[in-house]
């Protein structure tokens, strides 16, 4: 690892011990999207105790610190999400979750811990600052139309010079970072089809019009949208996820429902998939007489890192993880409410390293038995402190 100088460098004897007690407490208690009342609390009830912070709730389950300087400088907001997943947690360690068919599975728990031991660092630190740091501890990530974007319509990053956050990543092993310039985290939209026939007795299939087989088609069909509609170069997922319809072995059902999810970055490639679903789903249903009715729903914008924000990430995390661990990682068709601070502010999102095949920790995210090497959450402060320093240094004008 390189010795880079950096007052913030060692980290304080308590961060350790703290931080993983942050994270273990938020895993037990975790709380859905829009729901994470007792969670804003605790963070709330945390940033109290250290000086120099300015404390508000832009929405009733968000809060926001800001750290003023001792001197004018740039300002840097600082970004980890809270929310949990409707998941029934199926982990044996002592700190599983207390909320039935709720967990941390997506390291929000992580995010929040790593935040909170940032703030209370920086807050010691603040009469040798320059600038302002905006810590945003945001809700609903997990459910569109996600929480960022309500905070940045609520003001939260106006005038902010850059924004930074982390993920901390099971399948990356732990002691690595994972950076990417560009694209790096697509488009999440959602698509719901309801094919219409007409239902009758299953002897007799000549008799209905049946709305299984028509929706059997549909799926192979649809993946003709990635293969034969559209450009190979331009990367494209289409998935059907859900295929309800029926309620007996003998009966042909006179609906079904399917529904599933486009991942994409091109923004004529959003906007032209669901003409194309539509003109699919219409056509293999008139075949066979049937009509349907075709929902669509745009979820997040594109996660794209700024280029310069993203050297200069791509610098702090070598100097404190050494060359060989920073890794260039690909673009991943996952989405992520981050990029609406992107939308307003150059923003530079990274994977920090949790996984570690050793100990059984490989589980991906929103599995019941996602976890995360702890070790990790050090990593993750260090990034944050690194950027912070190196962006409030920078001169403006």
């Known amino acids: 690892m390189n010795q880079i100088s950096s007052k913030f460098e060692p980290l304080p004897d308590w961060v350790a011990e703290q931080v993983v007690s942050w994270r273990r407490h938020l895993h037990q208690h975790p709380e859905l999207s ?16 250290w000086e120099g912070l300015e404390i508000s709730r832009p929405t009733a389950t968000s809060v926001v610190a800001i750290l003023r300087g001792a001197e004018p400088g740039p300002t840097v907001a600082l970004r980890a ?38 703030a209370k660092i ?46 901390l990543a099971s399948l990356l092993p732990v002691g690595q970072i994972g950076i990417r310039a560009g694209e790096m985290m697509a488009s999440p ?12 007795h299953a002897a007799y299939p000549h008799r209905s019009i049946d709305v299984i087989a028509i929706g059997a088609q549909l799926v192979s069909h649809l993946q003709h949208i990635v293969s034969r509609l559209t450009d190979p170069l331009d990367r494209l997922v289409v998935s059907v996820t859900q295929f309800t319809a029926g309620s007996s072995h003998n009966v042909i059902p006179d609906s079904a429902v399917l529904k599933g999810t486009v991942r994409s970055f091109k923004s004529s490639v959003r906007k032209e998939v669901p003409e194309l679903i539509k003109r699919m789903a219409e056509g293999v249903a008139a075949v066979y007489g049937a009509t349907v009715d075709v929902q669509f729903i745009y979820g997040y914008e594109p996660v794209v890192n700024d280029e310069w924000l993203t050297s200069l990430v791509k610098e ?20 992520e409410d981050f990029s609406a601070y992107q939308q307003r502010v150059p923003g530079t999102f990274v994977n920090i390293g949790a996984g570690n095949e050793e100990a059984g920790i490989v589980y991906p995210h929103h599995h019941p ?14 990034l944050f402190l690194r950027v912070t320093e190196k962006l409030l240094s920078e001169q403006q004008g």
Request: aromatic share 8%.
């Open 81 to 118: 999400d809270m929310d949990a997943l409707p998941i029934h947690e199926e982990n044996s360690f002592d700190f599983v979750s207390t909320a039935p068919g709720v967990m941390h599975a997506c390291g929000h728990d992580g995010h929040t811990a790593m935040l909170l031991a940032v």
């Open 34 to 49: 829009f729901q994470e009342h007792n969670t804003a609390a605790y963070v709330e009830q945390l940033l109290q105790q």
């Open 316 to 335: 702090a995390a070598i100097e404190l993880v050494g060359e060989e661990a920073v890794i260039a990682t690909p673009p991943a068709m996952g989405g």
């Open 369 to 382: 038995k996602f976890t995360f090497d702890e070790d990790g959450l050090l990593n993750g402060v260090r």
């Open 122 to 167: 920086l807050s010691e630190q603040r009469e040798h600052l320059r600038g302002e740091i905006r810590f945003i501890f945001q809700h609903a990530e997990e459910l569109p139309p996600g929480g960022a974007i309500e905070l940045v319509n609520a003001g939260v990053v106006d005038d902010v010079d850059w924004v930074f956050g982390v993920h």
């Open 189 to 200: 939209d959602n698509f719901t089809i309801v094919v219409k026939g007409y239902g009758g």
